[in-house]
C-alpha cells in the first residue's frame, strides 16, 4: 500500500497571505488528523476527520482550517498568515481513528517571512 | 488537565550502555499509551504500544498507573537508536493524540 502522502513538501509564503496544505491516506482509512510540528513545542494537534466530519479540534486560533472529501483525502487551510506559523506540518492516518496506530506522511515544511 | 512530559531533550548514550527515555502522563481515564520514533531522513513512525507488551528493537516499555509513566527502555543501545523519540497517549473515542515534547537519543560509538 501506498503511504500517508504530503503535498507540497515546501512552501514559501509571506505574512497575511494563506497557504492550503494536502494530505491523501493510506487507502481505506477514513480518520486524517492534523499536527502542527516545531522544535520547542513538539506535536501539537491541530484537527482530525472522519467521513468527511470534524471530530475533534485542537487549541489553534480559527485562522486554521481543514476539511475533508468522500475520498478521505484532506485539506488544512491557514489564513493570514504569521511568522509563527512557521512549521512542519504533519498529516496522520488511522482505519477509524480512536487509539489505533498513527501512520504519518512526511510533512510539509511551511515557512512565513 | 491532558498532558505528556518527557522531562530530557536529549540523551547522551555509550554503545552497549543501557538506556531510560522517561515519559510521564497525566490523563483522566485510562489512555493508550504510544512510543514513536524519528530516524534521520525518515518520517515519524511507530515504535511500540503498551498494549501489545512487545519488544521491538530491543525497546520495552511498561506502563506503571500508579507512578503515571511509560518510561521507554533499552538493555543495550546502538548507534542505529539515534533519533527523536516521542511518548504520546490516546484516549478512546477522543479522536486526538497527545505527544510529549520529544527525546533526542544520541548513540557514541
Known amino acids: 500500500k501506498a503511504g500517508v502522502t504530503q503535498t507540497p513538501r515546501y512552501l514559501i509564503k509571506t505574512r497575511g497571505q494563506q497557504v492550503t496544505l494536502s494530505c491523501s491516506p493510506i487507502s481505506g482509512h477514513r480518520s486524517v488528523s492534523w499536527y502542527q510540528q516545531t522544535p520547542g513545542q513538539g506535536l501539537q494537534f491541530l484537527f482530525e476527520y472522519f467521513s468527511e466530519t470534524q471530530r475533534n479540534k485542537g487549541n489553534f486560533p480559527g485562522r486554521f482550517s481543514g476539511r475533508q472529501f468522500s475520498n478521505s483525502r484532506s485539506e488544512m487551510n491557514v489564513s493570514t498568515l504569521e511568522l509563527g506559523d512557521s512549521a512542519l506540518y504533519l498529516c496522520?492516518?488511522?482505519?477509524?481513528?480512536?487509539?489505533?496506530?498513527?501512520?504519518f506522511g512526511n510533512g510539509t515544511r511551511l515557512t512565513v517571512t | 488537565a491532558q498532558r505528556v512530559t518527557q522531562p530530557e531533550k536529549l540523551l547522551s548514550v555509550f554503545k552497549g550502555a543501557p538506556v531510560e527515555l522517561k515519559c510521564n502522563y497525566s490523563?483522566?481515564?485510562?489512555?493508550?499509551l504510544f512510543w514513536y520514533v524519528q530516524y534521520s531522513r525518515q518520517r515519524l513512525q511507530l515504535l511500540l504500544r503498551h498494549i501489545s507488551r512487545e519488544s521491538i528493537k530491543g525497546f520495552t516499555a511498561d506502563l506503571n498507573k500508579g507512578e503515571t509513566s511509560f518510561h521507554l527502555k533499552k538493555p543495550f543501545a546502538q548507534e542505529e537508536d539515534s533519533a527523536m523519540y516521542y511518548c504520546a497517549l490516546s484516549g478512546l473515542e477522543t479522536y486526538k493524540y497527545i505527544f510529549g515534547t520529544g527525546t533526542r537519543l544520541k548513540g557514541l560509538a
Open positions: 496522520a492516518s488511522q482505519p477509524s481513528g480512536g487509539d489505533s496506530p498513527l501512520h
Open positions: 490523563y483522566s481515564g485510562s489512555p493508550e
